[in-house]
């Protein structure tokens, strides 16, 4: 199985720190943010990962190279800016990330979860998302599950966590160029092709200084 690592974005949240460094470089537990997200991805056996790029995007490739350090073997998919958002830096990484059904992981998280615990996608489903309780920032949620299933019901939502396994048909009909993720889940809502499974583990969304810092101080006591 390959992967992606979302990782172009400015971070606009994060500013003054991502003015000069990439959101996905900033430095939590001692590490990178994003090499995180890589040494999980090569504990679940993954070895192939592309990483979209546009704000900044040259200090990541320094910083990462091949992919080598980590144990993977990273490919790039350079995005204009602004960028293509996630639906249309997704699309635009297919050729990369082939015919199979590929991970996506947004690279500004950090997450206990084991990737290779996700199930792989059944015939009727074209993408399972890990959604995870509400955080503060968030407290109405993303989405309803009902079983393995993301519906268009009412009812007590989660947060969708960035950690998705994705068929390629999710992007069937798309077009080069910039657009958002959220249209092609909720058709595949609409068609009952959407599953998810909850996860109640660590999950952190690194959306603003003190969240970074509040994270490092809490890796920092479990050193």
């Known amino acids: 199985m390959k992967a992606m690592l979302l990782a172009a974005g400015r971070g606009e ?15 939590v537990g001692g590490r990178p943010l994003i090499s995180w997200h890589l040494a999980a991805l090569a504990r679940a056996g993954v070895r192939d990962v592309v990483i979209n790029t546009a704000w900044l995007g040259e200090l990541i490739r320094q910083a990462l190279g091949d992919g080598a350090t980590y144990g993977v073997h990273i490919t790039y998919s350079p995005e204009p800016w602004p960028a293509l958002e996630t639906g249309g830096g997704i699309f635009q990484a297919l050729p990369q990330l082939g015919p ?16 290779a615990s996700l199930r792989p996608l059944d015939a009727g489903t074209d993408a399972r998302l890990v959604l995870v309780p509400n955080p503060p920032q968030h407290p109405r949620g993303d989405f309803v599950l009902a079983g393995d299933r993301i519906v268009a019901k009412e009812g007590p939502r989660l947060t969708y966590s960035g950690i998705g396994l994705y068929s390629p048909a999710l992007f069937e009909g798309c077009q080069p160029g910039r657009f958002p993720l959220l249209p092609l889940l909720r ?3 609409a ?3 959407l599953g998810g499974e909850p996860y109640a583990g660590q999950w952190h969304d690194i959306g603003t200084p003190e969240r970074l810092t509040a994270l490092d101080a809490e890796l920092a006591g479990q050193a």
Request: glycine share 2%; proline share 11%; aromatic share 8%.
């Open 191 to 193: 068609a009952g092709r």
């Open 187 to 189: 058709r595949a809502i």
């Open 100 to 115: 199979a059904p590929f991970l996506v992981v947004n690279a500004d998280t950090w997450t206990d979860f084991d990737l």
């Open 13 to 27: 949240r994060m500013r003054p720190l991502t003015d000069t460094t990439p959101k996905p470089l900033l430095s």
